[in-house]
């Protein structure tokens, strides 16, 4: 036999192999797609199986597996999201009406937190969510097998709201609120599929990318509405240079500070009063924005305003925080 066929005998082997393996890497993050695994011959770490990709991504602590699940969710409607049944986790969080759903998740369906009944059909809030008719209206929601089929453990942002994000649990079949990282890592215990080291290993990871601005955006024609939502974005991505942009040049330093002293999920949470706000007093060069926050110390409710005014070069900027 000679080394040339010896060689081209080796070559095609090497690629059967290879390709086997990369099929069975295919094979198996097509089967665990949108899955959340856990490594139980380890620590537990979790990994989530990007539904488009196949990869998989490391959860590590609550707040990177927030950040993980935000950056690989596809923008859906309001019409389209109501197509797929709301499922329902142990949020860490108040309920003032009673009515069995949290306020972070009352806020994020529409809901009124004070009220158990909030279209008043004589059935609460949460009978409705869980046996899938509409808590704002007295009609049954429209649920599409089909698209919540192809929606399967995809993470979806609500792109007519403020980017709310939802979690598509293949099991189940239903959409759980991605609100804080504490939301996230509730979802890692409730789903989480326990795998080996040797099948985790066969799928390949993927990494997020998280990408600055070398230079900040410069605003030129802009109004109120587009300073509150681009400030807190800037806040919750924990960028100082975009941020301080939208508020007025004496407030620099505090931002700065501000950013700098908060965590991950403390930058998350401003971001949010800051998106939550709404306008309640209005004039041409001045707005007024108002929010209510819970301190769970305290046990109460204080009002927060914020204040967006027009500067002489025709400029809306924040001018409190």
């Known amino acids: 036999m000679t080394k040339k066929i010896i060689v081209t005998i080796i070559i095609l082997f090497?690629?059967?192999?290879?390709?086997?393996?990369a099929f069975a890497e295919n094979s198996l993050g097509l089967k665990l797609s949108g899955r959340i695994l856990l490594q139980v011959e380890k620590n537990g770490e979790a990994w989530y199986i990007n539904s488009e990709t196949k990869e998989r991504y490391f959860l590590n602590r609550p707040t990177d597996a927030f950040r993980v699940m935000q950056s690989l969710g596809l923008g859906v409607t309001n019409n389209n999201l109501n197509k797929i049944p709301v499922g329902i986790i142990k949020y860490d969080d108040n309920d003032d009406d009673n009515d069995g759903l949290k306020n972070r998740l009352e806020t994020?369906?529409?809901?009124?937190?004070?009220?158990?009944?909030?279209?008043n059909?004589?059935?609460s809030d949460y009978d409705e969510v869980i046996n899938n008719f509409d808590p704002l209206s007295k009609?049954?929601?429209?649920i599409d097998d089909d698209f919540v089929d192809s929606n399967k453990g995809k993470i979806l942002l609500q792109v007519e709201n403020y980017g709310e994000a939802w979690y598509i649990d293949p099991t189940s079949k239903k959409r759980y609120y991605l609100g804080r990282p504490a939301d996230a890592f509730k979802i890692m215990q409730k789903f989480g599929l326990g795998i080996s080291n040797d099948n985790i290993n066969k799928i390949n990871i993927g990494i997020i990318k998280?990408?600055?601005?070398e230079n900040p955006p410069k605003i030129e024609n802009?109004?109120?509405?587009?300073?509150?939502?681009?400030?807190?974005?800037?806040?919750?991505?924990n960028n100082p240079e975009a941020a301080t942009e939208y508020f007025i040049p004496e407030m620099k330093k505090a931002i700065e500070y501000t950013l700098d002293f908060l965590n991950d999920e403390s930058r998350l949470t401003l971001g949010n009063i800051l998106s939550g706000a709404r306008l309640t007093e209005s004039t041409d060069n001045k707005k007024t924005y108002s929010t209510e926050v819970y301190f769970s110390m305290g046990g109460y409710k204080v009002p927060i305003n914020f204040y967006v005014e027009k500067g002489e070069d025709?400029?809306?900027r924040l001018r409190s925080l």
């Open 139 to 142: 009609l049954e929601l429209t």
């Open 210 to 213: 998280i990408d600055k601005p």
């Open 314 to 316: 025709g400029i809306w």
């Open 121 to 123: 059909d004589g059935y």
């Open 14 to 21: 090497t690629a059967a192999i290879c390709g086997n393996f």
């Open 108 to 119: 994020a369906l529409g809901t009124d937190i004070n009220n158990i009944d909030t279209d």
């Open 222 to 237: 802009n109004n109120a509405n587009d300073v509150m939502s681009s400030a807190a974005n800037a806040i919750r991505a």
